[in-house]
């Protein structure tokens, strides 16, 4: 594996790989690597010539400075594990190499993905997201992007923004992976303790049971339920939501309708999302 830390040698490199047309996949992490990114890896590697992955944590996708203070850093284990999975190229830029003094922050158009959810509880978030993945889009001129539906409203958010300004890049969306109990991979279990992980797995719990009972009860009923459930194991909650597939709620559950609930809760101050499809369209009968 090569590693570039200088966004003009990475661009230079990619440059010269362009002349013998290479289909080159893109993975951006924020580190604190996972089976969840390694399948992103995986997939990339499957259908590329070469695999990027950029380990960049991104200060300005954080609302709160404090969880930003606090993430997790691993880098000598994500660099054994990216070499040990096959990938080509790590690219770890500093912050001044993403944002130098004369970068001009722009403002993206998200509509109403910007107030809802994620982008509701954490103001400004989106748009740091959006303002690292333009940038690092422009380094690294990827063919595909591969993202994770753990971070559902995340993907729909980029899809946007590479569509509304026409960047050329494939998005592909991979599924969430889990530990075996369920509880969703994520860089933020590691400031977990044995006895909050075994809290967390509840998030997982309260999607299954939304799963398993979506055409049996009503969705105020189902939200109630699993809200319940999460608050009396001491998890603050943010959101319990029930919606359609571009995340607008919905008040009934019909057979033929993509169906997702998503979550956002916090146990001390580490805070966790996931989401679940619970139906898909074309599973109609
Ligand atoms: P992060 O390092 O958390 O910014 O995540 C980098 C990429 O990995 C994003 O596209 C995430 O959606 C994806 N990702 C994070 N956790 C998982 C997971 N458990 N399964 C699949 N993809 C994931």
């Known amino acids: 594996m090569i590693l570039f830390k200088r966004p003009d040698d990475l661009i230079d490199f990619i440059q010269k790989k362009r002349k013998s047309i290479i289909k080159i996949g893109f993975v951006p992490t924020m580190g604190a690597l996972h089976q969840g990114h390694i399948s992103l890896i995986e997939k990339s590697k499957s259908e590329n010539d070469i695999t990027i992955c950029s380990i960049f944590i991104n200060p300005t996708q954080f609302n709160n400075p404090n969880d930003f203070k606090k993430y997790p850093v691993t880098i000598e284990a994500d660099i054994e594990q ?3 999975n096959g ?4 690219f770890m830029p500093s912050v001044h190499d993403i944002y ?7 403002n993206f158009e998200l509509g109403y993905l910007d107030n809802i959810l994620e982008g509701k509880h954490r103001a400004g978030h989106f748009q740091g997201v959006c303002m690292v993945v333009k940038r690092l889009l422009e380094i690294v001129k990827c063919d595909i992007l591969y993202l994770g539906q753990k971070d559902y409203q995340q993907c729909m958010v980029i899809k ?5 300004l026409n960047i050329p890049v494939e998005i592909k969306i991979s599924p969430t992976i889990r530990e075996e109990n369920g509880l969703a991979m994520s860089s ?4 977990l303790n044995e006895a909050e992980k075994g809290v967390a797995l509840v998030i997982f719990e309260v999607l299954s049971f939304l799963k398993d009972n979506i055409f049996e009860l009503s969705i105020p009923a189902l939200l109630q ?3 319940n459930k999460l608050t009396s194991k001491g998890f603050k909650v943010d959101y319990i939501e029930i919606t359609d597939e571009i995340l607008n709620p919905i008040k009934n559950a ?5 169906i997702v609930a998503l979550i956002a809760a916090s ?11 619970l139906n898909h369209a074309n599973n109609a009968e």
Do not use: Y
Not at 100 to 106: D, G, L, R
Not at 267 to 277: A, P, Q, Y
């Open 100 to 106: 130098p003094e004369n970068f001009q922050k722009s």
């Open 225 to 227: 339920t699993g809200e």
């Open 87 to 90: 990938c080509d190229i790590l």
């Open 254 to 258: 019909e057979k033929n309708q993509t």
């Open 160 to 164: 946007k923004m590479a569509s509304d």
């Open 82 to 84: 990216l070499e040990l």
């Open 267 to 277: 146990i001390g101050d580490v805070r966790l999302i996931d989401n679940m499809m």
């Open 188 to 191: 933020r279990n590691k400031r």
